[in-house]
């Protein structure tokens, strides 16, 4: 196979701050049609990615489900109220 990632890469790179709240990167992800963005810090810089595999632990927890095991496969930490 001689496909490269630059035939498949988006070009049209959007991008979220390190400061971004869950909810705000949950709604823009909706919005935006794209399972993942690069995530910049104050110098745009990119400093990794957050994906969709990245919030789902997040929102099992806030719904109360302790035990969820998160995208890489470990439990996540448990709910505090």
């Known amino acids: 196979m001689s496909t490269r990632v630059v035939d498949v890469m988006a070009t049209d790179v ?4 390190a400061s971004a709240s869950f ?3 949950a709604a823009r992800l909706r ?5 993942a963005f ?3 810090d104050a110098d745009d810089k990119v400093i990794g ?3 969709e595999a990245d ?4 929102e099992a927890l806030e719904a109360g489900y302790e035990g969820h ?4 496969g470990r439990p996540t ?3 505090r109220a």
């Open 23 to 25: 909810k705000e990167i």
């Open 49 to 51: 990615v957050v994906s």
């Open 69 to 72: 095991r998160g995208a890489a």
């Open 14 to 17: 959007i991008a979220v701050r």
């Open 31 to 35: 919005e935006q049609h794209v399972s």
């Open 55 to 58: 919030l789902l632990p997040k």
């Open 77 to 79: 930490a448990p709910h």
């Open 38 to 40: 690069a995530v910049l």
